[in-house]
């Protein structure tokens, strides 16, 4: 099985920083993108950051500036370092990825990880 896992949520104070950390395993072929999303109680689901195999980033408005997704390839790993965070930014935030398994040919699939809590304290 595919899974993905969150870590390093946690809380912190206004203008601090915690680096997310989301590892892929199980049976992969390829891994062509991972993203981070986050929900806040209420409100929908929002993209934070984007990161293909290519290299290619996006980032929400909100967070530009402040945050990096980057990804380790050899540890099928992405990361989100989040600085200077604001009460706005208190979600869970979940890791999202678009895979290929292994033995199922070119079939693209996707996965959610169970989600980490961030709270950031005004």
């Known amino acids: 099985q595919v899974q993905l896992v969150e870590s390093g949520g946690g809380l912190v104070q206004l203008g601090g920083s915690l680096r997310l950390s989301c590892a892929a395993s199980g049976s992969i072929l390829s891994i062509h993108s991972m993203d981070w999303y986050r929900q806040a109680p209420g409100k929908q689901r929002e993209l934070v950051a984007a990161?293909?195999?290519?290299?290619?980033?996006d980032y929400a408005d909100s967070v530009k500036g402040r945050f990096t997704i980057s990804r380790d390839n050899a540890k099928n790993t992405v990361y989100l370092q989040m600085n200077t965070l604001k009460p706005d930014d208190t979600a869970v935030y979940y890791c999202?990825?678009?895979?290929?398994?292994?033995?199922?040919?070119?079939?693209?699939?996707?996965?959610w990880g169970q989600g980490t809590q961030v709270t950031v304290s005004s």
């Open positions: 999202n990825a678009a895979i290929t398994p292994l033995y199922s040919g070119a079939t693209v699939l996707r996965y």
């Open positions: 990161l293909t195999s290519g290299g290619t980033t």
